[in-house]
């Protein structure tokens, strides 16, 4: 579990990411596949011993702060919860945003995932806005 890499996606590859990605066919599924073939959205996955077992997705967008990276379809197979993945993920894509420029990283995220909130807080994400009742915007500087 130690040695992972981590690989961007095609939309071909999508299937692959059952594990922890649901795939059921849902608007969700489809939206992702849509944003990454228009170019939109990247997607990539976390391997380890040649199984697909976490992913997240980025896309660069503006505001009036300037460029920034949206960090989204953030999941680990369950069964591997709570080793590092998603650390070892959210450094991925900051060093990827960093790489391309971008000096700010930002997700949302549902009030009620408290574990979430405080593994962003940890990576140095601080609440940025209420985006819906039930969603936050975070931010962090890169
Ligand atoms: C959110 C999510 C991606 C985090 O992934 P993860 O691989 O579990 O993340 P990490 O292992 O890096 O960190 C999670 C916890 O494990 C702990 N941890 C990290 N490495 C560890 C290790 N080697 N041993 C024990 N615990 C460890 C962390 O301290 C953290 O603890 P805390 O949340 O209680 O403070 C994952 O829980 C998930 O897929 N959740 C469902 C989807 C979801 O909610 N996505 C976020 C949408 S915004």
Same mark, same amino acid.
Request: hydrophobic letters at 30%.
């Given at each position: 579990m130690n040695t992972y890499e981590i690989i961007e996606l095609t939309v071909n590859d999508l299937r692959k990411c059952e594990s922890f990605?649901?795939?059921?066919?849902?608007?969700?599924?489809?939206r992702l596949a849509g944003l990454m073939?228009?170019?939109?959205?990247?997607a990539f996955a976390y391997m380890? &011993? &040649?199984?697909?077992?976490? &992913?997240?997705?980025?896309?660069i967008r503006n505001n009036e702060s300037g460029k920034y990276g949206h960090f989204s379809y953030f999941?680990?197979?369950?069964?591997?919860?709570?080793?590092?993945?998603?650390?070892?993920?959210?450094?991925?894509?900051?060093?990827?945003?960093?790489?391309?420029?971008?000096?700010?990283?930002?997700?949302?995220?549902?009030?009620?995932?408290?574990?979430a909130i405080r593994l962003y807080e940890r990576n140095g994400f601080k609440y940025a806005e209420d985006i819906?009742?039930?969603?936050?915007?975070?931010i962090k500087a890169l």
């Open positions: 990605w649901d795939n059921d066919g849902s608007d969700d599924d489809s073939k228009c170019g939109e959205r990247k380890t &011993g &040649g199984d697909y077992v976490g &992913g997240f997705a980025v896309s999941s680990v197979r369950s069964d591997l919860r709570n080793n590092g993945i998603g650390s070892r993920i959210l450094d991925f894509a900051a060093e990827y945003l960093r790489k391309n420029g971008i000096k700010a990283m930002r997700l949302n995220v549902y009030k009620d995932n408290p574990s819906t009742p039930e969603k936050i915007a975070m």
